[in-house]
């Protein structure tokens, strides 16, 4: 997967190759991941101006996927407004009585924003208009990756592997977090998640992150929060522990700190888990009728499954049959309507940081994208595991996998 495109340009395109042919592409899945990454409290001005859709480009005809690169393109509605200031040819002076906007979007950006890219991006590639950083290191980018993992969705929904995800903290409100239970319902908690305008599945956590979120606004400040990701249907099998950059979790956890904004990532229980006993810390094997949320390769017959699942699905970067489970804590948003110290670039002089246009709270946006890199990661070790150069080929070699899981 390969992205491009600024916060403000023309559009964002993203191309995605080794998708196997024959693989039916549904636009209206996709565009559905744009619009929820859209959508949650909290969310500003900039969410009523886009309405992300994926025109597909190449790599798809009549429906069904052909094998080679996929080109997706979201367009960037906001870019007629800032046609003059993102343009990528040299554009004449603007006239004295232009619009007042347009003067505006031309200015060279010179004071940093604490907690942002800005200042670490301009010191490193020598611009003096921070401009040239925040544009592409704005969390817009990740509508392109969420077209994306829409993709990878679809090709793991082929072998019965989906991805749900909700969110449990914004703020100081918490809503029970994932403990480790093997019987956790992760798909009612993601239909209940849906229905709720901070992706939450507790209808008393919800209302008190929405005042949560209401106070911060109010305050001319930002929250951060914490959510979860789950894949169900996944087989044991996927990773590796051969070789460190192999191993399953390191990569699922490298995918998620690429999340703008993300400063922590858990497998499983993750941090708690330093704090207890072994005893209490990993899931034990038994063997006998698998529970439901287990990957199983036959129903009918007995199996390996544990009671637990403290480890979040993954063993030696190696998948379990369990769920896999990732938490990730993103950081409040770092542009603030009562900005930060900063210093101006141009006159060293103490400044107020720069004010771009900004959510209150992206947390349930970042959730969204956290299961689209989990479905990316998924779909890229489903591959490198089983191979095809079509999605025929790929179900036999999941189903001659499954067969023989089961006369073991």
């Given at each position: 997967m390969l992205t491009a495109g600024e916060s403000h340009g023309p559009a964002l395109t993203v191309i995605v190759e080794g998708v196997p042919a024959g693989l039916a592409l549904?636009?209206?899945?996709?565009?559905?991941?744009?619009?929820?990454?859209?959508?949650?409290?909290?969310?500003?001005?900039?969410?009523?101006?886009?309405?992300?859709?994926?025109?597909?480009?190449?790599g798809v005809r009549q429906g069904m996927?052909?094998?080679?690169?996929?080109?997706?393109?979201?367009?960037?509605?906001?870019?007629?407004?800032?046609?003059?200031t993102m343009a990528p040819q040299v554009q004449p002076e603007q006239e004295p009585g232009a619009e007042a906007g347009a003067r505006w979007?031309?200015?060279?950006?010179?004071?940093?924003?604490p907690g942002h890219a800005d200042l670490a991006g301009a010191l490193k590639f020598g611009f003096t208009d921070v401009r040239n950083v925040l544009e592409r290191a704005s969390a817009r980018e990740t509508a392109a990756r969420v077209a994306a993992g829409a993709v990878a969705r679809q090709l793991l929904a082929a072998v019965?592997?989906?991805?749900?995800?909700?969110?449990?903290?914004?703020?100081?409100?918490?809503?029970?977090?994932?403990?480790?239970?093997?019987?956790?319902?992760?798909?009612e908690l993601a239909r209940r998640a849906e229905a709720s305008p901070v992706r939450c599945a507790s209808e008393t956590a919800t209302r008190a992150m929405m005042e949560a979120i209401d106070q911060a606004r109010r305050d001319g400040d930002t929250l951060g929060g914490i959510f979860e990701v789950a894949a169900l249907g996944v087989m044991p099998g996927l990773g590796s522990y051969v070789q460190w950059d192999r191993?399953?979790?390191?990569?699922?956890?490298?995918?998620?700190?690429s999340i703008p904004g993300v400063k922590g990532v858990e497998v499983g229980l993750g941090f708690e888990l330093a704090s207890r006993p072994g005893s209490a810390a990993h899931d034990p094997i038994l063997y006998g009728p698998v529970p439901p949320l287990q990957w199983t390769p036959s129903p009918e017959a007995p199996g390996y499954f544990r009671p637990s699942n403290r480890a979040g699905g993954l063993e030696g970067g190696v998948t379990t049959g369990q769920p896999v489970v990732m938490r990730a804590a993103m950081k409040p948003l770092s542009t603030l309507m009562r900005p930060l110290a900063t210093v101006d670039m141009a006159s060293h002089e103490p400044a107020e940081a720069a004010v771009e246009r900004s959510d209150v709270?992206?947390?349930?946006?970042?959730?969204?994208?956290?299961?689209?890199?989990?479905?990316?990661?998924?779909?890229?070790?489903?591959?490198?595991?089983?191979?095809?150069?079509?999605?025929?080929?790929?179900?036999?070699?999941?189903?001659?996998?499954?067969?023989?899981?089961?006369r073991r």
């Open positions: 549904s636009p209206e899945a996709i565009d559905r991941e744009l619009r929820r990454r859209q959508e949650g409290y909290g969310r500003g001005q900039r969410m009523r101006i886009e309405q992300d859709r994926a025109r597909i480009l190449s996927t052909l094998g080679s690169p996929i080109a997706l393109q979201v367009e960037n509605r906001d870019y007629p407004h800032w046609a003059h979007r031309s200015r060279p950006v010179t004071r940093p924003r019965g592997i989906t991805v749900v995800g909700r969110v449990v903290r914004i703020g100081p409100v918490e809503a029970d977090p994932f403990d480790g239970s093997a019987e956790l319902d992760w798909a191993r399953l979790d390191a990569r699922l956890a490298a995918a998620f700190m709270c992206a947390v349930p946006s970042a959730a969204v994208v956290g299961e689209a890199m989990m479905a990316w990661v998924l779909a890229e070790a489903l591959l490198e595991k089983f191979g095809g150069d079509s999605v025929e080929e790929l179900r036999q070699a999941v189903e001659a996998y499954r067969r023989r899981l089961a």
